[in-house]
């Protein structure tokens, strides 16, 4: 709609809209839809319930356009909204205790959790789930997050012209899941026929980009305040190590049965990202390095763990930052 057609509306509404002629019918008290899940989820508290409702904006108004999903069972943007909110912000006087395999012996303290945050890649900032920082031992993980993407299988994913380089390097050096899948110069796909969540791999190596490139300053058309910019900005400088992971929820713990198709899937895509990604993160990012595209290296030391995260095992130790109804929704319970 045009903007004079739009205003020639609007001035017909009369005054609930007459300072923006947007295209929007009706102008929605603020924080309206967040809410109806604070109602949902029992978000009561007020330093808890401001945290969510701008933790809400920023997971639903940026480049994914979530809000549109985000109304769903099996919505994986409301998923690491509901579990990692609290520790949302500064100063949350919280934090997730996190110990793990490949990140040495000791726990590393989570305080921050930033959410959407963008990183270079080629065009289009690469937008990751949730990133934590820890303000005592200079740390971030960054985490893409699945519920049950892995579901939605192909036989092949293309890969866009500007990337055929790098995944060329990646086949020729064997990381592809060791051979197993080849690349044909536009489609990555298995030798052998079968299907997998591909989207998922491809996902990961462009997060990966982006963490040797670094923070996107671009904030263009999307809910991605100034500040909120330059406090990742801050912790992403200030990190002596930067951890990649993905993180799933076990189908097993909802009560999905070992040997259902939708277990299957579920198995066979912890392996393939486990073979790829977890057992060549370190190769990977010695491609992306080498990778004539790269517009910068921001030097950072950067680690890919070895296998996703299972939800249920990182908040076995954190059942604190859980509320009882979120806690019970996705069965975190004892």
Not at 314 to 324: E, P
Request: proline content about 2%; charged content about 25%; hydrophobic content about 35%.
């Amino acid at each position: 709609m045009s903007s004079s057609i739009s205003k020639g509306l609007a001035d017909n509404l009369g005054t609930c809209v007459k300072d923006s002629y947007h295209n929007a019918f009706l102008v929605l008290p603020e924080n309206c839809i967040s809410n109806l899940f604070a109602d949902k989820f029992n978000i009561k508290d007020a330093i808890d319930l401001d945290k969510f409702h701008h933790a809400f904006r920023v997971c639903t108004e940026g480049q994914g356009n979530e809000l549109k999903s985000i109304n769903n069972v099996v919505s994986s943007a409301l998923l690491p909204l509901l579990t990692f909110f609290r520790i949302f912000g500064e100063n949350s006087g919280l934090s997730l205790n996190f110990n793990h395999q490949d990140c040495g012996t000791g726990t590393i303290e989570f305080d921050r959790c930033f959410f959407e945050v963008r990183n270079e890649v080629i065009n289009f900032p690469s937008c990751i789930d949730v990133a934590l920082y820890s303000s005592k031992q200079k740390v971030m993980l960054f985490i893409e997050s699945k519920l049950s993407e892995y579901l939605r299988t192909t036989s092949d994913f293309e890969i866009k012209k500007g990337y055929s380089a790098l995944y060329s390097m990646m086949d020729s050096k064997d990381i592809l899941s060791d051979g197993k899948i080849i690349f044909d110069g536009s489609k990555i796909k298995f030798k052998e026929g079968g299907k997998a969540y591909f989207e998922g791999i491809k996902q990961s190596i462009s997060h990966l980009i982006g963490l040797v490139q670094g923070p996107s300053l671009s904030r263009k058309g999307v809910y991605y305040p100034e500040e909120y910019l330059q406090a990742y900005q801050n912790c992403y400088k200030s990190a002596k190590t930067i951890y990649y992971a993905t993180i799933i929820l076990n189908p097993l713990m909802i009560g999905v049965h070992a040997g259902n198709d939708d277990f299957n899937k579920y198995e066979g895509y912890v392996k393939l990202y486990s073979d790829i990604i977890g057992k060549h993160g370190g190769k990977i990012l010695e491609c992306i390095r080498n990778w004539p595209k790269l517009k910068k290296d921001q030097g950072k030391n950067i680690k890919v763990l070895s296998k996703p995260l299972d939800y249920h095992v990182v908040f076995a130790n954190n059942r604190d930052l859980l509320l009882d109804d979120i806690r019970r929704f996705y069965k975190f319970v004892e």
